[in-house]
């Protein structure tokens, strides 16, 4: 009989070829984690080549799912258990397996042209490379194919449904539930039963596997993570964030009208929202990124939410006209959804490489707010955040995510929608000029000017890309009124700081003389190796910025505050640049651009380092 062990946590990752379906089994099985009451964080890493040549090392695709018992941050740094679908995957795979982890690879892969096609001379699991390692050797495509037989496939059909009997396989070693896994295979498939039957076949063959191989001598189990009642489901950064648009949207009453030309990793946000045309929701596909922002722009001023989404090279194309909407002063919410650049770049990697692009990549004097979400649930809360201050601030909001918070997912508390305070768009009503028109520059005590409806009898008012008088908004050029309302559109950002909360330090010693301060997604990596450090009996400070234009009032009295700072980022040092600028405090860049979130362990022993002292920079 197999025993059963117990443990805290494990990091799988599932590797094959694009087309073997590693994201499909990942999803799977968190989702099952979830059903069992883990904490999970998932890591999803595909190419960003349509069809990349199968069996290459471009063309591997791989899911890494982080569950746990307790709390976690990130989707683990090091796998326990790879999971390798042909030598592609083994070879891209293979330095970040933990020694003494589990490698199950399907041995009908393992051919001498596959092997030579990624540079093995030798088959790596015959010839002592892995004797470090828990290795099984499992013919996945064989057994696969000879449990369909019934089915009357072909061979490269049934070949497909490998990924299933690997499910089913780690579905149980790890003790997760089948049925709702075999639930999803009835609706996935409901109109081919073909193919519904057979892949439930291989995933109960996998399992059936498992139960009667004598390879495997302990199977486990990883019990639920405490956590808040509530209700909660899976989600993703992009689900999170068009779900925290159509809450805002429902807040201030409005309709939601999203533009968008689908650009990776952003092209989510538009699909989701694609969904909620009976929520009041309108989607337009645009024929390009300009047109995309233009036509959000457009609803804006016709009375809606106006979003646009996209990613670093669409941002820069959006530049002008969201440079209109800052002249207009009119509501506009931006989602930039970070990718490796420059240029095509990385276009499915991760990077925070477009921070100094939302607050300085305009022309003119040109200030934006600037958000950025830290977890993939936490794009809901981000997102609402942003359509209110836009609505109540009549600005453009720049909202940043990235590839990493996209595509991964963890537990969501479901909030409670009625605890969200409404949001006021505060169109205008009646005439409000000394003359007895409508002044659309006339301001409220945040400086946000006043905004009519299009069609509003006695409302009529001028607009557009020139400069405004102020007030009147009639056209001026006037040297003194040009000044005055450049510093009028800054002092109404900079003003913004009244609305944002000051920036926490969670110091639980009070005595650490070093603070970490990160943003955006850096959050799960700087938590992960605080944690890490402070087990190991040292003191360090943590601190994360959600509002980073304007910054939290409160952030040059924090930075002064300890003997030294250090700013994780997944670029070469743009906030720490920003923050030594701007408060003349010696900020240290913990830079990493690796298409990879920031890694948890190598941050700790890096901050180790300069507790002691020891860093050379």
């Known amino acids: 009989?197999?025993?059963?062990?117990?443990?805290?946590?494990?990091?799988?990752?599932?590797?094959?070829?694009?087309?073997?379906?590693?994201?499909?089994?990942?999803?799977?099985?968190?989702?099952?984690?979830?059903?069992?009451?883990?904490?999970?964080?998932?890591?999803?890493?595909?190419p960003a080549e349509i069809r990349a040549p199968q069996g290459t090392i471009a063309g591997v695709s791989s899911f890494q799912l982080h569950f746990a018992n307790s709390d976690i941050r990130t989707p683990g740094d090091r796998p326990d258990v790879l999971v390798a679908m042909n030598p592609a995957a083994l070879k891209a795979n293979f330095d970040d397996l933990k020694r003494g982890g589990v490698l199950i690879a399907d041995t009908a892969e393992f051919t001498r042209r596959n092997l030579a096609r990624v540079g093995y001379a030798v088959n790596p699991l015959d010839d002592g490379l892995l004797t470090d390692y828990q290795v099984h050797r499992v013919d996945l495509t064989g057994l696969t194919m000879a449990c369909l037989a019934e089915f009357d496939l072909g061979r490269k059909e049934a070949s497909r449904a490998k990924n299933m009997f690997a499910l089913g396989l780690l579905t149980w070693l790890y003790t997760r539930p089948a049925e709702h896994t075999l639930n999803l295979l009835d609706a996935r498939f409901a109109?081919?039963?073909?193919?519904?039957?057979?892949?439930?076949?291989?995933?109960?063959?996998?399992?059936?596997?498992?139960?009667?191989?004598?390879?495997?001598?302990?199977?486990?189990?990883?019990?639920?993570?405490?956590?808040?009642?509530?209700?909660?489901?899976?989600?993703?950064?992009?689900?999170a964030l068009a779900l925290g648009l159509m809450a805002g949207a429902v807040k201030a009453g409005l309709p939601l009208f999203l533009g968008a030309y689908p650009i990776t990793p952003a092209s989510d946000v538009l699909h989701e929202l694609s969904k909620a045309t009976d929520q009041g929701v309108t989607t337009f596909q645009a024929e390009d990124e300009i047109a995309a922002a233009g036509a959000?722009?457009?609803?804006?001023?016709?009375?809606?939410?106006?979003?646009?989404?996209?990613?670093?090279?669409?941002?820069?194309?959006?530049?002008?006209?969201?440079?209109?909407?800052?002249?207009?002063?009119?509501?506009?919410?931006?989602?930039?959804?970070?990718?490796?650049?420059?240029?095509?770049?990385?276009?499915?990697?991760?990077?925070?490489?477009?921070?100094?692009?939302?607050?300085?990549?305009?022309?003119?004097?040109?200030?934006?707010?600037?958000?950025?979400?830290?977890?993939?649930?936490?794009?809901?809360?981000?997102?609402?955040?942003?359509?209110?201050?836009?609505?109540?601030?009549?600005?453009?909001?720049?909202?940043?995510?990235?590839?990493?918070?996209?595509?991964g997912a963890e537990p969501w508390l479901i909030p409670d929608l009625a605890a969200i305070e409404p949001i006021d768009p505060g169109f205008a009503t009646e005439p409000n000029g000394p003359d007895g028109s409508f002044w659309p520059y006339a301001r409220d005590e945040r400086l946000a000017r006043a905004l009519a409806l299009p069609g509003t009898p006695g409302l009529e008012h001028r607009i557009g890309g020139l400069e405004k008088a102020d007030g009147s908004g009639e056209i001026s050029y006037a040297p003194d009124n040009h000044d005055l309302m450049v510093r009028l559109r800054q002092a109404k950002v900079d003003g913004i700081v009244a609305d944002v909360p000051d920036l926490v330090v969670d110091d639980p010693s009070?005595?650490?003389?070093?603070?970490?301060?990160?943003?955006?997604?850096?959050?799960?990596?700087?938590?992960?190796?605080?944690?890490?450090?402070?087990?190991?009996?040292?003191?360090?400070?943590?601190?994360?910025?959600?509002?980073?234009?304007?910054?939290?009032?409160?952030?040059?009295?924090?930075?002064?505050?300890?003997?030294?700072?250090?700013?994780?980022?997944?670029?070469?040092?743009?906030?720490?640049?920003?923050?030594?600028?701007?408060y003349l405090v010696d900020v240290r860049s913990f830079a990493r651009v690796r298409g990879l979130p920031i890694s948890a362990a190598e941050l700790a022993a890096h901050l180790n380092d300069v507790i002691d002292r020891k860093d050379a920079q």
Not at 348 to 371: I, W
């Open 1 to 46: 009989m197999t025993d059963v062990q117990t443990l805290d946590r494990v990091v799988i990752r599932f590797a094959g070829d694009s087309g073997d379906g590693m994201q499909l089994t990942g999803e799977r099985f968190t989702a099952d984690s979830a059903v069992v009451g883990n904490d999970f964080a998932t890591l999803p890493n595909f």
């Open 191 to 239: 109109a081919s039963p073909k193919l519904r039957d057979s892949n439930k076949a291989a995933f109960l063959a996998g399992h059936a596997y498992g139960e009667t191989t004598e390879s495997f001598a302990v199977r486990y189990e990883v019990g639920a993570a405490p956590v808040p009642a509530g209700t909660y489901r899976q989600v993703s950064g992009n689900k």
């Open 296 to 407: 959000a722009l457009g609803a804006s001023y016709a009375g809606a939410l106006g979003v646009t989404s996209t990613s670093g090279p669409g941002l820069a194309l959006k530049s002008e006209t969201i440079s209109l909407a800052v002249m207009l002063e009119q509501p506009l919410v931006v989602c930039d959804i970070q990718r490796a650049g420059p240029s095509t770049g990385m276009p499915t990697k991760t990077e925070q490489a477009d921070l100094s692009q939302a607050l300085y990549g305009r022309h003119g004097e040109a200030p934006v707010p600037v958000l950025a979400a830290q977890s993939p649930a936490d794009c809901f809360a981000t997102a609402v955040e942003a359509v209110r201050i836009a609505l109540v601030y009549r600005t453009p909001v720049i909202v940043l995510s990235d590839s990493y918070l996209a595509n």
């Open 510 to 582: 009070g005595e650490a003389e070093v603070l970490v301060l990160g943003w955006g997604s850096s959050w799960g990596p700087i938590g992960a190796a605080a944690r890490r450090v402070r087990e190991a009996g040292r003191s360090v400070a943590v601190a994360h910025l959600r509002h980073l234009n304007p910054l939290p009032a409160n952030t040059g009295d924090v930075l002064r505050a300890y003997r030294r700072v250090v700013v994780p980022e997944m670029n070469l040092g743009q906030l720490a640049a920003l923050l030594r600028a701007k």
